[in-house]
Nanobody, 121 residues
């Protein structure tokens, strides 16, 4: 069974930064594309960013482009989401998911439990 675990969430002021990490049991992330999604209360789960298996291709939602950076370290079976210039509208639970690079959440087969990010103005 594949278990994904997110970490690095927290509370920051607008303009601040956080780095989220996504790890998995064994080497379950290695060789697989990974995406980050987020869900604010009352909203659907939205695509944030994704990265292909090698790290050579990355994709971003327009709302985070230029502020967030997704990367991976396959030796550590870890995917990161560096979030800079955070805004209050970035407040959400952030999830990592394995299996795709597309914005459609249905393309991903395994999900973490999420980590809360709260940005205050």
């Amino acid at each position: 069974q594949v278990v994904l675990v997110e970490s690095g969430g927290g509370a920051v002021q607008a303009g601040g930064s956080l780095r989220l990490s996504c790890t998995a049991s064994g080497r379950a992330l290695s060789g697989n594309p990974v995406g980050w999604f987020r869900q604010a209360p009352g909203n659907e789960r939205d695509f944030v960013a994704s990265i292909n298996w090698s790290g050579g291709a990355t994709y971003y939602a327009d709302s985070v482009k230029g502020r967030f950076t997704i990367s991976r370290d396959n030796a550590k079976s870890t995917v990161y989401l560096q979030m800079n210039s955070l805004k209050p509208e970035d407040t959400a639970v952030y999830y990592c998911a394995r299996g795709g690079v597309v914005p459609n959440a249905k393309a991903y087969d395994y999900w973490g439990q999420g980590t809360q990010v709260t940005v205050s103005s």
